[in-house]
């Protein structure tokens, strides 16, 4: 079992930066796929940006080119720098973990973006 703590949300105008942090219980070196996802009021949960094991990344159109997920197997965590933020960036934020055919969520930090 892995538990996740995410970090780094907040309250940030239109155009803006935050990075978010997700922290892992245990070693991340094994783990499959990486994640972060979005949920905002009223919409079905998202992805967002993923990274493989092996570092391969993939992110949802409407983030490309200003998010980007990392990952620090030493640190076993896993980032998504956010840039360019805009008010359709709301919402909270889930890091997600695959790991044996089993998915772990942490329970999200909160990002508002103010227009």
């Known amino acids: 079992q892995v538990q996740l703590v995410e970090s780094g949300g907040g309250l940030v105008q239109a155009g803006g930066s935050l990075r978010l942090s997700c922290a892992a219980s245990k070693s991340i070196s094994s783990i499959m796929s990486l994640g972060w996802h979005r949920q905002a009021p009223g919409k079905q949960r998202e992805l967002v940006a993923a990274?493989?094991?092996?570092?391969?990344?993939n992110y949802a159109d409407s983030v490309k080119g200003r998010f980007t997920i990392s990952r620090d197997n030493a640190k076993n965590t896993v980032y998504l720098q956010m840039n360019s933020l805009k008010p359709e960036d709301t919402a909270v934020y889930y890091c997600?973990?695959?790991?044996?055919?089993?998915?772990?969520w942490g329970l999200g930090t909160q990002v508002t973006v103010s227009s």
């Open positions: 997600a973990a695959d790991s044996r055919a089993l998915r772990y």
């Open positions: 990274i493989s094991s092996g570092g391969s990344t």
